[in-house]
């Protein structure tokens, strides 16, 4: 089981039903599987579609997407075709929220009061 349907399971069992079909569609892998992008492309909902941008952009902090698939390309060379194409397709998915949400990529930032958050939760650990 992949880290997207793992975490999906857990939000159903915290009683967040609603938000574990968003999270199990989110792993960048999903991007370079034709039948599923295809699928998840065509139906997709906006929140699943964040989640899973979200995911293309952040790592411990907010990066530019082209600096996470370049991390993705040095720990996992074995793949370059795969890579290409899911940041192809990551590319789309980044013009398209961000269309919807008025921005342009590089206006994308993290929010004064995430880091404040954030570090309450490590704290509460």
């Keep these: 089981m992949g880290h997207g349907h793992a975490g999906a399971d857990w939000l159903?069992?915290?009683?967040?039903?609603?938000?574990?079909?968003v999270v199990a569609d989110h792993p960048v892998t999903r991007l370079a599987d034709e039948p599923t992008w295809r699928r998840w492309w065509?139906?997709?909902s906006i929140e699943a579609r964040v989640v899973?941008?979200?995911d293309k952009r952040v790592t411990s902090e907010l990066v530019p997407m082209a600096a996470r698939f370049a991390d993705w390309r040095r720990r996992y060379p074995e793949v370059p075709e795969r890579t290409a194409l899911a940041e192809e397709r990551a590319q789309l998915l980044e013009q398209d929220v961000c269309m919807a949400g008025g921005l342009r990529p590089?206006?994308?930032?993290r929010l004064a009061w995430a880091a404040e958050a954030?570090?309450?939760?490590r704290q509460a650990r």
């Design 12 to 21: 159903v069992g915290l009683g967040y039903g609603e938000l574990g079909p």
């Design 42 to 44: 065509n139906d997709a």
């Design 52 to 54: 899973s941008y979200a």
């Design 106 to 109: 590089e206006d994308v930032e």
């Design 118 to 121: 954030i570090e309450r939760v």
